[in-house]
């Protein structure tokens, strides 16, 4: 997969302001359009930045309907979301590294729970500080789990 597009970004923060940057967060993010995961880009904040287009079918609903929506409050099931609301600050905050992969469910439009693995990235600034998180997940139960191909994917810093 070509990720040299992202040695061009000038600076992360575009995923501040997911609805006034929308455009060039899906130009940028554009590569992971036709992937046969769940494709996420989140915010500091945990809003949804960039959804691709499996990641809207599984979640039976629109990017334009996700985005800038919390992904931890709108599609993590109850039972789990406070547990992953502290891992992720902690994440944030540079106090861990996500793990290779990891297990979660999590809750579509229509009510539905699904167990999901996972592989997350950090999408850093120049000088270090974390901006945001590119994930990649797929339905635990399927027998071809594709998670895994994503997990050594490297991202580069921004510009800034």
Known sequence: MDLTRFDKVD???ILDSP?????????LFSV???LPVLALAINQQAQIAYLNPEGSGILNSGLEQCRGQCWLTS?????????LIL????????????????????LTADGSIIPFKWTNHLLKSQSGSI????CF???SR???????????????????
Request: with cysteine; aromatic share 10%.
């Open 137 to 139: 997940g797929s339905d």
């Open 87 to 106: 891992v992720f600050e902690q994440v944030i905050n540079g106090n861990i590294e996500p793990f290779g992969t990891n297990t979660n469910d999590i």
């Open 11 to 13: 600076d992360y923060s």
């Open 32 to 34: 992971f359009d036709d």
């Open 75 to 83: 599609y993590i099931p109850s039972d789990q979301r406070q547990e």
């Open 142 to 160: 399927s027998p071809t789990n594709e998670v895994d191909r994503f997990v050594d994917l490297n991202f580069p810093a921004s510009l800034k």
């Open 131 to 134: 901006k945001g998180i590119c």
């Open 19 to 27: 609805k006034t940057n929308a455009e060039r967060l899906d130009t």
